[in-house]
């Protein structure tokens, strides 16, 4: 029953990935955490990660547009990030990482929100001061090993940056693919990497999850899908954080 449920959330998350660019932590992280503990939640959320956002760059039909110096800059402050997360997915409380997932959706949630009032075309946004890609850098890094949900500070950052839609989306999948390259042997080191059983029923939903939801973007789009989304994360982070309290 717990493979099942997990597989539900994977299938679910890959779905709103793959049909909007973004999204597969959000819903999946909370749900994963509450069934396998943090550890194996972390494990999974990085395994998936991986091959999801592998499969967005690869299986598009267009050449990724990837903002490379942002990229790299974001990566390099990730970095002590990586360690800090993963050490602090050994040391601290299944309850206190349950709310911080909690919060990070609550802080992408809000990001989702405000994006829908920045400038539209023709319209640009103020470039990020120097502090917030070290910020970003380091709060994602640290996010990706301890929780698996790394978005919500580069997001921050990439809209801050004005970045064109397209260009968002790649580069926020180059940056997970790495993010996960680099943080599963920080797992290794810390003894914090534990694959949950049924590993290949999740990774068999989140492949079934991308082609579905390649198939519903054509229709999963509009005012209506945007206000299901939000409500969706907000539930999702309300139930997260519910259950790191009680």
Do not use: C, K
């Amino acid at each position: 029953m717990t493979v099942a449920l997990a597989a539900l959330a994977v299938l679910a998350g890959a779905v709103l990935q793959s049909a909007t660019g973004f999204g597969f932590a959000l819903v999946a992280a909370p749900i994963l955490f509450a069934l396998l503990g943090p550890q194996q939640a972390v494990t999974a959320g990085v395994l998936l990660g991986l091959v999801l956002n592998l499969l967005t760059l690869a299986s598009e039909r267009r050449r990724p547009v990837v903002l490379a110096r942002d990229t790299w800059l974001l990566l390099v402050w990730s970095l002590p990030g990586l360690a800090l997360g993963a050490v602090a997915l050994r040391e601290l409380s299944e309850q206190l990482l349950s709310a911080l997932v909690a919060l990070a959706v609550l802080a992408m949630l809000a990001v989702r929100v405000g994006a829908r009032s920045r400038p539209r075309r023709g319209e640009r946004a103020s470039r990020p001061r120097r502090w917030q890609a070290p910020a970003a850098g380091l709060t994602s890094g640290a996010l990706s090993t301890s929780t698996a949900l790394s978005g919500p500070p580069l997001v921050l950052y990439l809209l801050a940056r004005a970045a064109a839609p397209s260009a968002m989306r790649d580069t926020l999948a180059a940056i997970f693919v790495v993010q996960a390259l680099l943080g599963l042997p920080a797992l290794f080191l810390t003894a914090t990497f534990e694959p949950p059983a049924g590993l290949w029923a999740l990774i068999a939903a989140g492949l079934a999850g991308h082609v579905l939801g390649r198939r519903a973007f054509a229709w999963l789009r509009g005012e209506r899908y945007e206000r299901a989304v939000l409500a969706l994360l907000a539930l999702t982070a309300l139930v997260a954080l519910a259950g790191s309290v009680l």
